[in-house]
């Protein structure tokens, strides 16, 4: 099992910036990917951006060059800085880890960025 707490999420102006972070707990050694996805209301859950065990990274188009995913072993935790937020990267962020023990998800923290 692994448990995945978020944090960070809250209300900033366009143009603000927001770091959230994501504490894995648990079986850290089974997971090979992790990610941020969102959802905002009335759509669905969507990949921001990944990180995988080697380091590589990937991004959706509508956050490349304003958002940074990064981890840090030592914490077990992982990190997406959004810079330049925009009125539509307004969703509920969720934390995602997975590997051969499955697919785990956190709990998720609204992000909202007023124009």
């Known amino acids: 099992q692994v448990q995945l707490v978020e944090s960070g999420g809250g209300l900033v102006q366009a143009g603000g910036s927001l770091r959230l972070s994501c504490a894995a707990s648990?079986?850290?050694?089974?997971?090979?990917?992790m990610g941020w996805y969102r959802q905002a209301l009335g759509l669905q859950r969507e990949l921001v951006a990944a990180?995988?065990?080697?380091?590589?990274?990937n991004y959706a188009d509508s956050v490349k060059g304003r958002f940074t995913i990064s981890r840090d072993n030592a914490k077990n935790t992982m990190y997406l800085q959004m810079n330049s937020l925009k009125p539509e990267d307004t969703a509920v962020y969720y934390c995602n880890a997975g590997g051969y023990l499955g697919d785990y998800w956190g709990q998720g923290t609204q992000v909202t960025v007023s124009s």
């Open positions: 990180i995988f065990s080697g380091g590589s990274t």
């Open positions: 648990g079986s850290i050694g089974s997971i090979n990917v």
